[in-house]
């Protein structure tokens, strides 16, 4: 039974490329959460999203950063222009569609983005 | 001022000591209290989670809530080189729609 998954594990751009992070959630989950983990810091929230709807993306940088779960396929985190900032560990977490299941999120190994 | 606060590291321990790990908040909508396990450079593993106030053991673990005073705890007994790691608390309610919140974690070495 395959855990989230995130690809690529390692991603190296120049400032002002494009960064697209990928997450498929657990099987059977349809509910995706995005975390952003700068060094010595906890994770911090980014988006919320279910099958072709955002739900919370309270924590989204208001420009340059979009994400999306599609009906189809994985959920796509995408950051545009990227910055040295930007540089960071990008956690992916799901948790089953059942109502009232919102703290049972399981993590993904994370994609570390490395802005030179 | 931070919705979560978690006691700031690092913690060493000589195996086989007791750990206390703890956190305190702020927000009274908080409803589910969890700790995760994250090793270096990989995800954080959920160890428990737990609903409003009260313990909660899961063999060496125990987790424990007051909210009353806004805080929790994570207890390790036993502790043993494996479990070094930073461990991070996290928080959220009915009406943050999925939305954790995070403290900045403690990181523990269980030394031999």
């Known amino acids: 039974n395959a855990g989230v998954m995130q690809n690529p594990r390692h991603l190296v751009r120049r400032r002002g490329q494009e960064a697209r992070l990928r997450c498929s959630p657990m099987?059977?989950?349809?509910?995706v959460y995005w975390y952003r983990q700068l060094p010595e810091e906890g994770l911090k929230f980014m988006v919320y999203?279910?099958?072709?709807?955002?739900?919370?993306e309270s924590g989204m940088p208001k420009e340059r950063f979009s994400a999306e779960f599609p009906k189809e396929g994985p959920s796509i985190l995408r950051i545009q222009q990227v910055v040295r900032g930007d540089s960071a560990a990008y956690f992916c977490?799901?948790?089953?569609?059942?109502?009232?299941?919102?703290?049972?999120?399981?993590f993904g190994p994370g994609t570390r983005l490395l802005v030179l | 001022q931070k919705e979560v606060e978690q006691d700031p590291g690092p913690l060493s321990v000589p195996e086989g000591a007791i750990v206390s790990l703890n956190c305190t908040y702020s927000n009274s909508a908080f409803q589910y209290f969890m700790w995760y396990r994250q090793y270096s450079r990989k995800g954080p593993e959920l160890l428990m989670y737990?609903?409003?106030?009260g313990n909660k053991e899961d063999g060496r673990f125990t987790a424990q809530v007051d909210k009353s005073s806004k805080y929790i705890s994570l207890f390790i007994r036993d502790s043993q080189p494996s479990d070094s790691a930073t461990y991070l608390c996290?928080?959220?309610?009915?009406?943050?729609?999925?939305?954790?919140?995070f403290g900045d974690g403690t990181t523990l070495t269980v030394k031999p």
């Open positions: 999203l279910q099958k072709e709807n955002i739900i919370d």
């Open positions: 996290a928080m959220n309610g009915n009406t943050n729609a999925g939305k954790s919140t």
């Open positions: 977490a799901s948790s089953p569609s059942r109502t009232g299941a919102q703290e049972t999120q399981y």
């Open positions: 737990t609903y409003s106030s």
């Open positions: 099987k059977g989950h349809s509910h």
